[in-house]
């Protein structure tokens, strides 16, 4: 069904049944969100994964990293 018939149909239902209608088109929005919710949910897992015990690394040895890995990767 097109958008426009869609439409047409929609404007001869009663009152209740457009509201119920507009209820059951947000719901299927809120639905299709929940792989933002999903991704909520990862990344809070992820963070738990990346805590160590060890210190972070001073800007001294960021900086020897980082050169390391320009070494690698240009020579």
Known sequence: ML?????KQAY?????????LVNAIIQSLQDTNSPQTNRKILIDRMRGMLKTDQ?????????????????EKYL
Do not use: C, I
Not at 55 to 71: I, S
């Open 55 to 71: 210190a972070p690394p001073t800007d001294v040895e960021v900086e020897q990293m980082l050169e390391k890995h320009r070494l």
């Open 12 to 20: 001869k239902l009663s009152v209740s049944d457009r509201l119920e």
């Open 3 to 7: 958008l426009q018939e869609l439409k």
